[in-house]
């Protein structure tokens, strides 16, 4: 393999350090200028990752909320019962699942954790701690095979040379290694297929230029970096032949919760005949949620649209600003949802249901 796509899809984005006892990752808001890990030790310091977008991605935020709850699970008295125990990282785990309200998989991660420590309860403390690091690990490792899967199965979608626009980032720096949405343009760099890319910068927090063009760019990926209001020129030129978007939550029936301008940008895609694709392992999946309406959408900091990205604030300091984070794609719009088992096609509600059984 080329050791430019190499570095790239094997970028180590979160690492427990068991020796030291550390957990780390690369503070994405530094990117693309500065790459730069991060240790995070206290469930501030962690809350405050997951908020800042730090760590983010719906899979990395899952991975790392993992780790978090092995780390923090460390850090509770010993003098205590079982149940006492339990009920602390309850509550580390509560604190984490509020950081960030929409991506499922923050959510699932931290149950998963809980429920190792429910089942493994009659171990001694330091073989109980093991169970839990072991069962981070295990969500670390599998998402890396999840992730490699939903590429192989996305590039299958593909021709060689076609154009595909993402919007936002799932990339391997939102997920483990190679990511959902971006992984196919990575194994068809790997594999050595021409695919051309029209990455959205993706307003307000620019993921798509600071994150998506990088990591694209830097595996020698053909990409080009459009602004959000340009994909429908982008459309009728002819210049794309479907689109791949990662997701935070997928609802029972298919509807989908992404970066805020997904629905947009599948909204043009019909107008012009583009299929769109959603990548993402089952672990967004959430039968739980009947459909979009019911998926709780995260509202964020109005400097992020006004000031974050410029000398002077762009907007009167009364101006009102709404910042949703994600919006939701309903289900009629998207072609397929790309998973690490296979394509679910329409209807959604009875494939997506097969997964699981
Ligand atoms: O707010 P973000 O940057 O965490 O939003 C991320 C996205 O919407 C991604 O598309 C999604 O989490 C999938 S990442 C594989």
Not at 82 to 101: I, N, Q, V
Not at 114 to 123: F, V
Not at 186 to 214: C, I, M, N
Request: charged share 25%; proline share 6%.
């Amino acid at each position: 393999m080329n050791d430019a796509v190499r570095q790239v899809t094997h970028a180590q984005n979160i690492r427990y350090d068991k020796t030291a006892e550390a957990l780390y990752m690369i503070d994405q808001t530094l990117l693309p200028g500065e790459e730069k890990e991060i240790r995070t030790e206290t469930l501030e310091e962690m809350v405050e990752a997951i908020k800042a977008l730090r760590v983010r991605g719906a899979p990395a935020i899952g991975i790392f909320a993992a780790y978090s709850m092995y780390a923090l699970a460390r850090t509770i008295p010993t003098a205590g019962t079982r149940e006492d125990f339990l009920h602390s990282l309850g509550s580390f785990g509560d604190a984490l699942k509020a950081a960030r309200p929409t991506a499922v998989n923050l959510s699932w991660a931290v149950d998963l954790m809980l429920e190792t420590a429910r089942e493994r309860l009659e171990l001694d403390g330091p073989a109980l701690l093991e169970a839990l690091y072991q069962k981070a690990v295990e969500i670390h490792e599998d998402d890396i095979a999840k992730c490699r899967a939903i590429s192989e199965y996305g590039l299958s979608l593909l021709k060689p040379g076609d154009g595909v626009l993402t919007h936002c980032n799932a990339g391997p720096l939102a997920t483990s290694r190679y990511g959902t949405a971006q992984g196919p343009f990575l194994l068809a760099a790997e594999k050595g297929v021409p695919v051309r890319v029209f990455a959205d910068e993706t307003r307000p927090l620019l993921q798509g230029a600071r994150l998506t063009s990088y990591e694209l760019s830097r595996a020698g990926v053909d990409v080009t970096l459009i602004c959000d209001n340009m994909a429908s020129m982008v459309m009728k030129n002819g210049w794309v032949q479907a689109c791949f978007v990662g997701c935070d939550r997928i609802a029972a029936n298919g509807d989908t919760a992404n970066k805020i301008g997904t629905s947009g940008v599948a909204i043009l895609a019909k107008h012009y005949g583009i299929p769109v694709y959603v990548l993402g392992p089952t672990s967004t999946i959430d039968l739980n949620c009947p459909d979009g309406d019911h998926i709780p959408i995260e509202l964020r900091d109005p400097d992020e649209i006004k000031a974050l990205w410029y000398e002077k604030p762009m907007a009167l300091p009364e101006v009102k600003c709404y910042n949703p984070a994600f919006d939701v794609t309903d289900h009629s719009l998207i072609a397929g949802i790309v998973t690490e088992k296979g394509i679910c096609r329409p209807p959604y509600s009875e494939s997506l249901a097969a997964l699981f059984k």
